[in-house]
């Protein structure tokens, strides 16, 4: 029997999406995505292997001994290379934060969804899934045939194949993911010897199914209905952002024609309605309809358009970066670029600066010792031997550097006052110690009340290493 085409598969599709069209709720049309070649395409897979070499490989650095990049949140430390992160720390992290949202304002100001095209984890992970996809089962053709066609040994064995290869990438995804959390190495033994921890598991097991999920089945849907960044992105898009845009005044009107054919003659622009661009589209869109939410700004259309404007022999870029301001005005490349330049982006470019060189100057300045101090509230002041106030306190002293440290613990801030108490202490590399001070005055020489001192602790040897704590001493 004469197998059907693909013309023909497409209007059952478009038959059956009439059929659904009473529904309330949109029916989800499977996207085939065509593969596509070109620079965009170059640059996106160029971002996949630098996020996943620094995703999956990150995780098995080492440094001094230990992992190089480790959230022990069981342990209440980060360790990031040479720095240890406690949770006082959570400065860095507000900081981080602040400059991740103001890249993301900037970058989306000056060239729309970079982020969402290229870097996403998404869209990095929908992308590998895509060329598994794409090796087992075939290109956009041969994929659709295979699902329509009737259940056969051989569907069975691609989709076997294709469904393990997903859920192996899938399961290390999720290995790898706790193994920022947990040391990897230990996680490894752990899995191979079946003895991982009911958390280590679940939280294998639920982002290794949420990476199956999302980048296996529902794909465009994350981006289209759970992703809110696509819907305030409009909120930053502004007449001068680069955007995906279809040259609509060359493109028009749009018809098939032969290579090399007359289009004066035949009244027709450079769209030759081939459909790439809607092929290619991970979201299923038509570029030609103008901006759309769900055009996650990935360029598959730019490529895909550029290698038919090749074929026919026409100029590239009928889809290509521009923005509404310089397709209006028709402004060339160098006029889009100069306006690229607007107020809006050097603020945020000047905000952004100001908060990564502030972070680093803190980094960089960032004394790897922290002390708490806290009063003993059982006993606010007593009278002990020789007539002497003593009132105690605890502090924690955080080594946050590497190495075992020994300080100096010292007072001062009222006469007479002196340590009752061992001055001195050692603690171990990224480790704490908590010490009882206790702290004398002579009542004579101090007036009854609540007075300010200040703690002092010093590494021994290391005379500019030093915290300075306030507190209070009560005399009664
Ligand atoms: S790929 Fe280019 S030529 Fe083909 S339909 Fe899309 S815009 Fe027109
Ligand atoms: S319209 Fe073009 S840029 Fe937008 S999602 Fe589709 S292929 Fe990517």
């Known amino acids: 029997m004469a197998r059907p085409s693909l013309r023909v598969l497409e209007k059952e599709d478009q038959n059956k999406n009439l059929a659904t069209e009473q529904s309330l709720y949109e029916v989800r049309k499977k996207i085939y995505p065509r593969a596509v070649h070109g620079w965009f395409a170059a640059w996106r897979w160029a971002l996949v292997w630098f996020t996943q070499l620094v995703f999956y490989g990150g995780a098995w650095l080492q440094w001094n001994g230990r992992q190089a990049l480790l959230f022990d949140i069981a342990q209440r430390k980060f360790y990031i290379f040479g720095l240890v992160f406690w949770p006082q720390d959570i400065i860095y992290l507000t900081v981080l934060l602040v400059i991740s949202a103001l890249s993301l304002f900037l970058f989306t100001a000056v060239a729309g969804r970079l982020w969402c095209g290229y870097a996403c984890p998404q869209t990095v992970y929908t992308e590998i899934f895509m060329w598994v996809e794409k090796m087992i089962e075939g290109d956009r053709p041969q994929r659709i045939r295979l699902d329509r066609g009737g259940l ?3 569907k069975l064995g691609l989709k076997a194949a294709k469904h393990g290869a997903w859920l192996a990438i899938a399961l290390w995804t999720g290995f790898t993911f706790v193994g920022y959390f947990t040391p990897i190495r230990g996680l490894w033994h752990d899995v191979w010897s079946a003895s991982t921890g009911p958390w280590e598991t679940f939280w294998i097991l639920f982002y290794g199914f949420a990476t199956y999920g999302n980048a296996g089945w529902m794909r465009e849907q994350v981006c289209k209905y759970m992703c809110p960044y696509a819907r305030f992105q409009s909120a930053m898009f502004d007449p001068d952002t680069l955007i995906i845009t279809y040259d609509e005044p060359r493109g028009e009107p749009r018809g098939a024609r032969a290579r090399g054919a007359n289009l004066e003659q035949l009244k027709l622009g450079d769209c030759v309605d081939c459909g790439i661009c809607v092929q290619v589209c991970p979201t299923g869109i038509d570029i030609r309809k103008g901006l759309q939410y769900e055009c996650i700004g990935c360029a598959a259309c730019i490529d895909g358009c550029n290698q038919v404007m090749d074929k026919m022999g026409y100029a590239r870029g009928l889809i290509r970066y521009s923005t509404e301001h310089a397709m209006q005005q028709g402004l060339d490349r160098a006029q889009t670029l100069k306006r690229a330049f607007r107020p809006r982006v050097l603020v945020y470019s000047a905000i952004l600066w100001l908060v990564v060189i ?11 010792l922290k002390v708490d101090v806290i009063r003993d509230r059982a006993a606010i002041a007593r009278e002990v031997e020789g007539g002497r106030i003593e009132n105690v306190y605890r502090l924690q002293v955080m080594n946050t550097s590497e190495e ?20 001195e202490l050692e603690v171990g590399g990224a ?17 009854p009340g609540k007075h300010r001192i200040e703690f002092e602790v010093r590494a021994l040897g290391e005379h500019e290493l030093k915290v300075e704590e306030k507190s209070v001493f009560i005399v009664r």
Do not use: K
């Open 431 to 447: 480790a704490s110690r908590e010490v009882t001070v206790r702290l004398r005055v002579d009542p004579a020489a101090v007036a």
């Open 152 to 154: 056969s040994p051989r």
């Open 358 to 368: 502030a972070g680093a100057a803190s980094l960089w300045l960032r004394v790897p």
């Open 404 to 423: 075992p440290r020994r300080f100096a613990i010292s007072a001062e801030g009222l006469p007479t006052l002196a340590l009752a108490s061992p001055a």
